[in-house]
């Protein structure tokens, strides 16, 4: 009863956080842990860094949800759903971590966050919707040729990242609406900790019973998946992925920025202004979006749909584009 009254409390506080607010606060979260991983790199490579992150941040987050078979059960497909969500966490965060070895924090960050502008753009129809690509397609080359060179296989890895990402935005869409609280986001995560595992012990072995690297990992675990998951999924209960995707603009820029701060990372003038075409185009792409949105609903579009049962699962977006840390 304890634990379940202090998940129920935890809820309560992020519910009475705005939602943008938690989306950036995620943002925050993810950039700094990805700052600070580095420092263990040594000692147990970035498999090391993303099993000890997952594994640690799996622990706590099913000792505060302590996620029931019945989460599983009660509706339909949720078992798979929440399966689907730590495969993609998984394989976003092996790709992202062994980027950042290659490339600077805030260029991985910048391509990583193609996948959730991919999610923005779904489902344009009309010309005028094509500006945001080709805006965010400037940032791109803008970030690769702008004075300092980036790893062909930085680039690759950072490309797989976003599109594991973009998948877990729908995905863990979907998952919050069919199970409870934060159940199905404990459970995703720990299981992609025991996909990563085989990785990270083969690469790391008794170098992850460092103290140091313990503790680093705990930090980065806390910082980087705990707090950002829970809030992401808390934002998505009450936002749809489509904003929830513009609202996570800012995440390149916070990548480059804690890369200077903790990484001391330093890109060219061009690059900048890439990180911040790329993320201009999402809010474009977004605003175009909404607009479209909003003009169908007044046509009457809408209008005819049966109401729906407080509890009964919501379809989280639009039926063009089926269906998020």
Request: contains cysteine; aromatic residues 6%; proline residues 7%.
């Amino acid at each position: 009863m304890r634990r379940g009254g202090e998940a129920h409390t935890s809820a309560t506080v992020l519910g009475r956080v705005p939602a943008p607010g938690l989306v950036l606060g995620g943002v925050c979260g993810i950039q700094f842990g990805a700052a600070l991983a580095p420092r263990i790199y040594p000692q147990v490579g970035a498999a090391g860094v993303v099993f000890l992150r997952l594994l640690i941040a799996g622990v706590l987050l099913c000792a505060v949800w302590r996620p029931r078979r019945r989460a599983l059960t009660a509706v339909r497909g949720a078992g798979w759903t929440v399966a689907g969500a730590g495969a993609l966490l998984a394989g976003h965060h092996l790709a992202f971590y062994e980027a950042v070895r290659h490339l600077p924090l805030g260029a991985v960050a910048t391509i990583e966050f193609l996948g959730p502008f991919v999610i923005a753009l779904a489902g344009s129809r009309r010309p005028v919707d094509l500006l945001p690509a080709c805006v965010a397609a400037g940032g791109v080359l803008l970030l690769g040729g702008g004075g300092m060179p980036l790893a062909p296989a930085g680039l690759a890895l950072a490309a797989v990242a976003a599109c594991c990402w973009a998948g877990y935005i729908l995905v863990s869409a979907r998952m919050a609406q069919r199970v409870r609280g934060g159940q199905g986001l404990a459970l995703a995560v720990l299981g992609a900790a025991l996909l990563s595992a085989p990785y990270g012990v083969a690469h790391a072995g008794a170098a992850l019973l460092d103290p140091h690297v313990l503790w680093v990992a705990a930090v980065v675990a806390v910082a980087a998946s705990v707090l950002p998951y829970s809030l992401n999924l808390e934002a998505l209960r009450r936002i749809p992925p489509r904003v929830f995707s513009v609202l996570t603009s800012l995440e390149p820029a916070a990548g480059a920025l804690f890369g200077l701060l903790i990484l001391g990372q330093r890109l060219a003038w061009p690059q900048w202004l890439g990180i911040a075409a790329v993320a201009c185009a999402s809010v474009t792409a977004t605003l175009l979006g909404e607009r479209r949105g909003t003009r169908r609903t007044r046509s009457g579009t809408d209008a005819a749909a049966p109401a729906r049962h407080a509890d009964e699962p919501a379809a989280h977006a639009p039926a063009a584009r089926t269906p998020e840390p």
